[in-house]
């Protein structure tokens, strides 16, 4: 049986690894998520969220982060090795595990499509 943890190897957590994918601007996004991508030398991706006070108070902000990371957890198999990914929420959207992992895999295919021809 495989481990269902989120360890921290799978987490952005410093400025500087946030500012790097930034700094690349390769994106992808729709009315739910807005992403950004970057390739890392890991053989596995990893996620930051930032989630501003747009979308909501802090209640509806840690929300989002969790279900942010589990559609992460969930969909990290599914996803392309070797990838940095920042995933920022829109406002005005209503969080869905379902929809988040759809979107999230959708978005970071599209997005590293982008980044794998630039």
Not at 94 to 99: A, K, R
Request: glycine share 4%; net charge positive; aromatic share 6%.
């Amino acid at each position: 049986m495989t481990s269902q943890r989120f360890p921290a190897q799978f987490r952005l957590r410093s400025t500087a690894d946030f500012d790097r994918v930034y700094s690349r601007r390769c994106s992808a996004s729709d009315a739910v998520l807005l992403i950004y991508v970057r390739q890392n030398d890991l053989s596995h991706c990893r996620i930051g969220l930032s989630v501003s006070r747009k979308v909501g108070g802090a209640v509806q902000r840690n929300r989002w982060k969790r279900l942010l990371r589990e559609a992460f957890r969930l969909s990290r198999s599914e996803l392309p090795p070797g990838i940095d990914i920042v995933a920022i929420p829109r406002s005005g959207a209503e969080p869905c595990l379902q929809s988040l992992q759809a979107a999230l895999v959708r978005l970071v295919r599209r997005a590293a499509e982008k980044l794998a021809r630039a």
